[in-house]
């Protein structure tokens, strides 16, 4: 049976939905959770960089870089919910997969989908929904979901 991904997420919750042909009723496949969304950065390290003196400056410098930890993993969850999308997709074929997210989170979507090799199927729409109920996330999905293209054989 024909059937479509829905993907609604952000950097902290994505959920996956499997919505088949002639069906209203969105079945909820995967609730993944981000959990280092919910710290603070200064919880994420250890300890601030050293410092050292400047010669040339006769001043204080700092030592080493900076690591946005918060950024990290949410890379590390958009590889996650992607390896997840492609799980379902080896397990049912689906027409298009439509991801509700912000355009952070869409970013960030992009490149693991295209690893993937699954942004033929991928359809964006700018709606951070990963919160709302189900009901909210199938108001966001266009109305035609089934209207086949142009052109395209009957």
């Given at each position: 049976?024909?059937?479509?991904?829905?993907?609604?997420?952000?950097?902290?919750?994505?959920?996956?939905?499997?919505?088949?042909?002639?069906?209203?009723?969105?079945?909820?496949?995967?609730?993944?959770?981000?959990?280092?969304?919910?710290?603070?950065?200064?919880?994420?390290?250890?300890?601030?960089?050293?410092?050292?003196?400047?010669?040339?400056?006769?001043?204080?410098?700092?030592?080493?870089?900076?690591?946005?930890?918060?950024?990290?993993?949410?890379?590390?969850?958009?590889?996650?919910?992607?390896?997840?999308?492609?799980?379902?997709?080896?397990?049912?074929?689906?027409?298009?997969?439509?991801?509700?997210?912000?355009?952070?989170?869409?970013?960030?979507m992009r490149?693991?989908?295209?690893?993937?090799?699954?942004?033929?199927?991928?359809?964006?729409?700018?709606?951070?929904?990963?919160?709302g109920t189900?009901?909210?996330?199938?108001?966001?999905?266009?109305?035609q979901l089934?209207?086949?293209?142009?052109?395209?054989?009957?």
């Amino acid at each position: 049976m024909v059937a479509i991904l829905v993907i609604a997420g952000d950097r902290a919750r994505a959920r996956l939905f499997s919505l088949e042909r002639g069906s209203e009723e969105m079945r909820e496949l995967a609730d993944m959770v981000n959990p280092v969304m919910h710290l603070r950065e200064r919880q994420l390290s250890r300890d601030r960089q050293g410092r050292g003196f400047s010669g040339m400056h006769a001043s204080r410098v700092t030592l080493g870089k900076s690591h946005p930890h918060k950024r990290l993993s949410s890379m590390r969850f958009a590889r996650q919910v992607a390896e997840a999308v492609q799980q379902a997709c080896t397990r049912q074929d689906y027409l298009h997969i439509y991801l509700l997210a912000d355009p952070e989170f869409v970013g960030l979507m992009r490149p693991q989908m295209a690893a993937k090799r699954l942004t033929s199927l991928l359809k964006v729409i700018p709606h951070s929904v990963a919160r709302g109920t189900v009901a909210e996330i199938r108001s966001r999905l266009p109305a035609q979901l089934w209207k086949t293209p142009l052109g395209a054989g009957a």
